[in-house]
């Protein structure tokens, strides 16, 4: 995944910019690859999620743009788009029953572990409060990273900006991760529950044997 989305594209961006190619062919050939990437997912699974779908229509959109106006920095906000896109769908689930990362984590754990989701889900109400806050911190920070991302690539060189991307990219991800541990652990201590994992069980209380 790193080497299709990041590695690739970089690749091929400032390979193409040290041989000469102008910055507008440059971009365009390094986003071609997700895109490849995800047409090719829809061939082989023959359905497309509505993620993808809005991906592969703000990319064409964005192209089109791009050489209408010959500007390069228009190409470059496809990155910022995506990321608002994300942020926005993930606080549109707050409403619902689950919140976003109740359903990312169901999907990437195994059978056994969903069961100790689903319990936890249905036994601790701080557990449920938990995900929904650190929900809603995801699908902000994902539209502050979108918004950072249009401010370089309309104010920064061009050629500077692809790298500085990733750099956002990897913060952003630091940033979730560091506020879904430390948070996420104290705020279910203050509700007497320790997590280890998926784990939840209550807190010791006193005079009681660990």
Same mark, same amino acid.
């Given at each position: 995944?790193?080497?299709?989305?990041?590695?690739?594209?970089?690749?091929?961006?400032?390979?193409?910019?040290?041989?000469?190619?102008?910055?507008?062919?440059?971009?365009?050939?390094?986003?071609?690859?997700?895109?490849?990437?995800?047409?090719?997912?829809?061939?082989?699974?023959?359905?497309?999620?509505?993620?993808?779908?809005?991906?592969?229509?703000?990319?064409?959109? @964005?192209?089109?743009?791009?050489?209408?106006?010959?500007?390069?920095?228009?190409?470059?906000?496809?990155?910022?788009?995506?990321?608002?896109?994300?942020?926005?769908?993930?606080?549109?689930?707050?409403?619902?029953?689950?919140?976003?990362?109740?359903?990312? @984590?169901?999907?990437?754990?195994?059978?056994?572990?969903?069961? @100790?989701?689903?319990?936890?889900?249905?036994?601790?109400?701080?557990?449920?409060?938990?995900?929904?806050?650190?929900?809603?911190?995801?699908?902000?920070?994902?539209?502050?990273?979108?918004?950072?991302?249009?401010?370089?690539?309309?104010?920064?060189?061009?050629?500077?900006?692809?790298?500085?991307?990733?750099?956002?990219?990897?913060?952003?991800?630091?940033?979730?991760?560091?506020?879904?541990?430390?948070?996420?652990?104290?705020?279910?201590?203050?509700?007497?529950?320790?997590?280890?994992?998926?784990?939840? @069980?209550?807190?010791?209380?006193?005079?009681?044997?660990?």
């Amino acid at each position: 995944m790193l080497l299709v989305h990041v590695g690739i594209p970089l690749g091929l961006f400032y390979g193409l910019r040290w041989l000469g190619a102008n910055q507008f062919l440059a971009l365009l050939a390094g986003a071609v690859i997700p895109v490849a990437g995800a047409v090719r997912g829809l061939v082989a699974e023959r359905r497309i999620g509505g993620l993808q779908l809005f991906m592969l229509g703000t990319m064409g959109l @964005t192209v089109a743009m791009s050489s209408v106006a010959g500007s390069p920095r228009l190409l470059l906000i496809r990155n910022g788009w995506g990321m608002a896109a994300m942020g926005g769908w993930m606080l549109c689930t707050l409403p619902f029953r689950r919140p976003f990362l109740y359903e990312a @984590t169901r999907i990437v754990v195994d059978e056994d572990k969903q069961r @100790t989701l689903a319990a936890n889900w249905e036994r601790y109400p701080a557990f449920r409060r938990m995900l929904w806050i650190c929900s809603a911190f995801w699908g902000v920070a994902c539209l502050v990273d979108s918004a950072a991302r249009v401010v370089m690539a309309m104010c920064l060189p061009v050629d500077l900006v692809p790298v500085l991307d990733e750099v956002l990219l990897g913060v952003t991800v630091l940033a979730i991760l560091a506020f879904q541990r430390f948070f996420g652990r104290a705020y279910l201590r203050r509700n007497g529950l320790r997590s280890r994992g998926l784990v939840i @069980t209550p807190l010791a209380g006193p005079g009681s044997s660990t």
